[in-house]
């Protein structure tokens, strides 16, 4: 792999992990279109790595709290008076739904939901789901706090992300839109319950990469790390951009992103059907 692709698909990661638009379906989309030599899953590890820590920077005060929540919870397991114990568990158990069905499918997924047409059309179709739930705002605002329901929901969203093209901030901003959250505070908890899910991916392939295929191979090394500053950058400005985005605006740019997306991949796919 060419540094400077590794470079450029960094930046596609940290980008689309964050932008409700599908990072997964972007790493498939971009070398396949460019016709790039791709390392697949080793350098996705990789990737994922970087987006992994732009949270941790991003969110620093926020894991800090949240650590230590954790391990206070692990002498005294109670919630009271401590919502930091209790929010720290339901991001945990947010992230069962997708590890489950990350463990049980990922070979299935990876086999026959890669092809370019299907990931189209999932670009496509959750556009629309997010319009749709995009479209309640202020209907069904609410106040409060992060709940089971919440984790549940979002959790069970999140599972679905594992599909390329649907995208696990998009899906689970949805979820979060239609529990009555504003487009800023679903964006945060979107991010949020990604921690675990982004973290225990990376960890569970790395060390599925090391133990079985011995490592990332031969001169894999540069590439590999200019990757991960690439997607580390670029996950960092997606976030802060995303949350003022929001804080103000629809997420109607995103939809009409996907939409435009999903149709010229379709077309690509019309003049160049061995893909």
Same mark, same amino acid.
């Given at each position: ?33 460019? +016709?790039?030599?791709?390392? @697949?899953? &080793?350098?996705?590890? /990789? *990737?994922?790595? !970087?987006?992994?820590?732009?949270? %941790? ?92 329901? +919440?984790?549940?929901?979002? @959790?069970? &969203?999140?599972?679905? /992300? *594992?599909?390329? !093209?649907?995208?696990?901030?998009? %899906? ?104």
């Amino acid at each position: 792999m060419e540094v400077i692709h590794a470079i450029i698909l960094g930046i596609v990661q940290g980008l689309s992990e964050f932008l409700p638009i599908s990072s997964s379906g972007h790493l498939i989309i971009v070398p396949k279109i460019m +016709d790039w030599h791709y390392n @697949g899953k &080793a350098f996705d590890v /990789a *990737l994922h790595i !970087g987006t992994f820590f732009a949270l %941790i920077i991003f969110y620093r005060r926020e894991f800090i709290s949240l650590a230590g929540a954790f391990f206070k919870s692990i002498f005294q397991f109670s919630f009271k008076d401590d919502y930091n114990r209790k929010l720290v568990w339901m991001l945990l158990a947010s992230a069962i739904p997708g590890a489950l069905v990350g463990v049980a499918f990922n070979k299935i997924i990876e086999k026959d939901f890669s092809d370019l047409r299907i990931i189209a059309a999932l670009l496509i179709i959750f556009a629309v789901v997010l319009w749709l739930a995009d479209r309640r705002v202020g209907k069904i605002q609410r106040e409060g706090e992060f709940n089971w329901w +919440d984790a549940v929901s979002m @959790g069970a &969203a999140q599972a679905i /992300a *594992l599909f390329p !093209g649907v995208s696990r901030s998009g %899906i689970t901003m949805t979820a979060g839109l239609l529990r009555g959250f504003s487009r800023k505070d679903t964006a945060n908890y979107s991010f949020l319950i990604s921690l675990p899910i982004i973290g225990g991916a990376a960890l569970y392939e790395g060390f599925s990469l090391f133990h079985k295929q011995g490592g990332i191979g031969h001169g894999m090394a540069v590439p590999f790390m200019a990757g991960i500053m690439a997607s580390f950058i670029s996950g960092i400005i997606a976030i802060k951009y995303l949350l003022k985005y929001v804080s103000t605006k629809n997420f109607n740019v995103f939809i009409i992103y996907r939409l435009i997306a999903g149709a010229l991949v379709l077309v690509w796919t019309f003049y160049h059907p061995v893909s």
